[in-house]
């Protein structure tokens, strides 16, 4: 998805969020002092290890935190140059699905199993627009055929636990377009499509995004989506942001030891003929994330870092720009980049 | 001495055979509308060697999911049986199957639906454990428990929490940990790491390989992930509407590449090397319908080699490549 022209405000930037749940055992803190900014027509991504925060940063933007116990602690989340945090739940409904819009990442979180997947999309459509039943439900068809769902015409009338995984995905994705929103947040957007379907899908968006110039945050694990979607990375660990790049420079030169640590982690392609010469395990990161109810002291990836030396334990790093471009935080990061 | 993957272990005894398996449903209907007829998967037959990885890929929905559930007899096949361990699951009674249902269990693809909100993580790895009286005490239970969380990166007090409280990859989790408490011997995969980030995804697919290594346990990989697929498959089937159209040896399909849809998944691959942003060649035309799928063979109206004549009129049958080989492919003109 191309770079973004330059606008005046971005169309979406978070600054300084941090976000919860308040548990039995204490305040957790899912996402800590997090700041990014997605530019007009833009995409950006975001990786980061599995409960790094990624998804509590999407339900932020969404205004869907799970009440009571989920809470915005601090910072401000501007879309378009307008402030979301403290915004009434009445204004909100205007904003979600027309202006900003999110596939889920588990597709039966947000779709009804009682409901026809044509009935939820035909919804979905009539909240932002007034068409008649009838329309919306052509609207539902097209939708559909859109995403790559054969017979479209036949299987508006399904229900959820009639479609194969990769298809409730894609009724998702449908229902998130549907009313053409200016930021989509795709949350695993691809994760039950095979690589076919998955390069029309992101094509899909990409054409979308000139269309309309949308933006797209894309939260994903797959590294070979990062490589071929987006422009700009940004990757978390532990609720924090650990590092950010322009996606070719992240790849030729990860500056955090847990960027580092992802990209080795890839299994090769080609792997079966290798015979002899496959590797008989894939490189791991060693060790757990901590709790984010008893973090350590010092950097929060210092336990498991083969750089690890005493500050790391002692201080945490400060997140800083060491080069054009690049933030990163890690106390070693100038070795990486000489 | 563990045999290399990316090649069949022939000799291997098997341990689950399915012949000739087919899952229809009946789908539409309503006022004014008929009922019809979905087939999902439409004769396939396949055999797991014990300690064997068979991966199996394929485009969205064209049955593989639906596979997997019926290899176990989670849902009742429409035609074919399925034998596990010499015995006919087709015809075991419940309770016979339910006896069963410890040595062969499923890694769900959707873990949100397939984990009970109400039950608490402890309770869901333990569940297993306690109907097949497999530790004795809460003691011991709560030791298991917190020693297979663990193994799939979780931590032991995460046991308290209930599923709503975890992220997606967190969920995953779980559901692998439920089904390898019961120390089963065939486990249906179904996109067991789509949700896990490539570092954790690394660290599941090395403790599956332990435990095939140490216990020689099979497994059925369902993935859209082909690196991860071929780097844990001894054998792979590709899958296209419902059908088998090529299988063999990893390394021998997955290098050749007989059949224009295995060749087409492969041109789609994205590369994680942004230096190779090259444009991909993708698969043209509408994926192809379950409830009325074309004549012939069902790929022949998106392939490029299809031939008028006969890719549209004569279904390929699945037939041997090389003498030999065990590398099947359906095709007419397959890709030399
Ligand atoms: N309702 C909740 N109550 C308590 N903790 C929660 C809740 N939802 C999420 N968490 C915790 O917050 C952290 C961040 O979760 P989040 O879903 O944002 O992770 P993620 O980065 O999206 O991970 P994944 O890649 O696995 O989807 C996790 O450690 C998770 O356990
Ligand atoms: N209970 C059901 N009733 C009707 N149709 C069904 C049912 N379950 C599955 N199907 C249909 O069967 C076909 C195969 O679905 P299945 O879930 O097996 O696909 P899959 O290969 O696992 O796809 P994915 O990769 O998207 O998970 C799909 O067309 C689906 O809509
Ligand atoms: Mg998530
Ligand atoms: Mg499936």
Not at chain 1, 298 to 301: L, S
Not at chain 2, 6 to 10: E, P
């Given at each position: 998805m191309s770079d973004a022209e330059t606008s005046s405000a971005p169309a979406l930037e978070v600054r300084g969020l941090v976000a919860g749940f308040q548990t039995e055992r204490g305040l957790l803190r899912a996402v800590d002092d997090l700041s990014f900014s997605l530019p007009r027509g833009g995409t950006l991504g975001l990786v980061g290890e599995s409960g790094s925060g990624k998804s509590v940063t999407s339900l932020c933007v969404m205004g869907l935190l799970p009440e009571p116990h989920g809470r915005i602690l601090a910072g401000s989340i501007r879309l378009q140059g307008r402030e979301l945090v403290g915004l009434p739940e009445r204004e909100w409904q205007r904003l979600r699905g027309a202006q900003v819009a999110m596939i889920f990442q588990e597709p039966m979180t947000s779709l009804n199993p009682v409901y026809s997947v044509g009935a939820q999309i035909g919804e979905a459509v009539r909240l932002h627009r007034k068409v008649s039943r009838r329309d919306a439900r052509a609207r539902a068809v097209e939708l559909l055929k859109l995403v790559g769902i054969p017979d479209p015409a036949e299987r508006v009338d399904a229900y959820p636990h009639q479609l194969s995984g990769g298809m409730r995905q894609r009724v998702m994705i449908a229902m998130a377009l549907s009313c053409e929103p200016s930021v989509l947040i795709a949350d695993e957007p691809t994760t039950a499509l095979d690589v076919t379907i998955q390069a029309q899908i992101l094509e899909l968006l990409r054409s979308l995004q000139q269309q309309l110039s949308m933006s797209v945050l894309l939260i994903t694990h797959d590294l070979g989506v990062v490589a071929h979607h987006v422009a700009r990375v940004v990757v978390m660990y532990a609720g924090r942001l650990v590092e950010e790049a322009p996606v070719a420079e992240l790849f030729a030169r990860p500056l955090h030891p847990y960027t580092r640590g992802l990209l080795r982690s890839i299994p090769p392609v080609g792997s079966s003929r290798l015979g002899e010469a496959r590797p008989r395990r894939l490189p791991t990161i060693e060790g757990l994330v901590p709790s984010l109810l008893d973090l350590p002291g010092?950097?929060?990836?210092a336990p498991r870092c083969e750089l690890r030396e005493p500050r790391c334990e002692a201080e945490e790093p400060v997140y800083r720009e060491i080069a054009p471009g690049r933030q990163v935080r890690c106390h070693r990061a100038e070795e990486a980049l000489s | 001495m563990p045999p290399g993957r990316?090649?069949?272990?022939?000799t291997a005894p098997t341990l689950l055979q399915a012949e000739h398996l087919s899952g229809y449903f009946q789908v539409g209907g309503g006022f004014f509308r008929p009922r019809k007829v979905l087939r999902a998967v439409d004769d396939v037959s396949l055999r797991v060697r014990r300690g064997e990885t068979v991966g199996l890929v394929g485009e969205s929905g064209c049955g593989k999911s639906t596979l997997g559930r019926l290899l176990l007899r989670l849902i009742e096949p429409t035609a074919g049986r399925v034998a596990f361990d010499g015995q006919d699951l087709t015809l075991l009674s419940a309770e016979e199957l339910r006896r069963l249902r410890r040595r062969m269990q499923i890694i769900f693809q959707d873990p949100y639906s397939s984990l009970n909100p109400r039950m608490s993580v402890r309770d869901i790895v333990g569940e297993g454990l306690q109907i097949h009286r497999m530790v004795q005490g809460r003691a011991a239970l709560e030791e298991r428990v917190a020693e297979l969380l663990q193994r799939v990166g979780l931590r032991p007090e995460h046991r308290e929490r209930f599923p709503h409280e975890f992220s997606g990859g967190q969920r995953q989790r779980i559901g692998i940990a439920r089904a390898l408490a019961v120390q089963p011997e065939f486990i249906v995969c179904d996109e067991p790491t789509s949700a896990l980030d490539v570092s954790i995804q690394a660290q599941i697919v090395n403790l599956l390989l332990d435990l095939q290594e140490s216990l020689g346990l099979s497994f059925l990989l369902i993935s859209h992930d082909l690196k991860v697929v071929e780097f844990m498959s001894h054998r792979v089937a590709v899958m296209y509407l419902g059908r088998i159209v090529e299988t063999g040896p990893t390394a021998e399909v997955f290098g050749r590449r007989a059949h224009p849809y295995t060749r087409a998944l492969f041109s789609a691959l994205p590369v994680p090397d942004p230096a190779r942003r090259s444009l991909r060649v993708l698969v043209e035309g509408d994926p192809p319908s379950p409830i009325d799928p074309p004549a012939g063979c069902a790929f022949h109206p998106r392939c490029p080699r299809a031939q008028r004549g006969r890719c549209d009129v004569e279904t390929p049958r699945l037939l041997e490549v090389t003498g030999g080989s065990g590398h099947r492919v359906a095709c007419h003109f397959p890709e030399e």
């Open positions: 010092g950097c929060r990836f | 990316g090649g069949a272990l022939v």
